[in-house]
Nanobody, 127 residues
Framework: QGHLAESGGDLVQAGGSLRLSCTAS????????MGWFRQAPGKGREFVAA????????NNVDSMKDRFTLSKDDAKNTLYLEMISLKPEDTAMYYC????????????????????WGRGTMVTVSA
């Protein structure tokens, strides 16, 4: 239980797009919530977006708004993060996380609420 593997990180130019994948073990994929966080060099971990059994939560800060989209492929036990109009400030290690038990939607953005984490995939956006 708790296996998460991210992929899809790459070096891209500003304005480009990427799709990150998070493939989970079957039991982890059935978690109450799965989401993405990111950590830029020298900074703390930041919530990006998450899907729960009752809804999707996004980080609506201006730096991310309307550029990141979540989707799932249940047949592949995979969560995706589609990113468009990438900016140099999106440069970060992107982590997938899963939460087994239910939690209030207001708490979905808290990294301490998540039980399992992947090792991350690096996204670098050049100016």
């Amino acid at each position: 239980q708790g296996h998460l593997a991210e992929s899809g990180g790459d070096l891209v130019q500003a304005g480009g797009s990427l799709r990150l994948s998070c493939t989970a073990s079957a039991d982890t994929y059935s978690s109450y919530a799965m989401g993405w966080f990111r950590q830029a060099p020298g900074k703390g971990r930041e919530f990006v977006a998450a899907i729960t059994r009752i809804g999707t939560v996004r980080n609506n800060v201006d730096s991310m708004k309307d550029r990141f989209t979540l989707s799932k492929d249940d047949a592949k036990n995979t969560l995706y993060l589609e990113m468009i109009s990438l900016k140099p400030e999106d440069t970060a290690m992107y982590y997938c996380a899963a939460r087994s038990q239910s939690l209030p939607l207001l708490h979905v953005k808290r990294e301490q609420e998540y039980d399992f984490w992947g090792r991350g995939t690096m996204v670098t956006v050049s100016a």
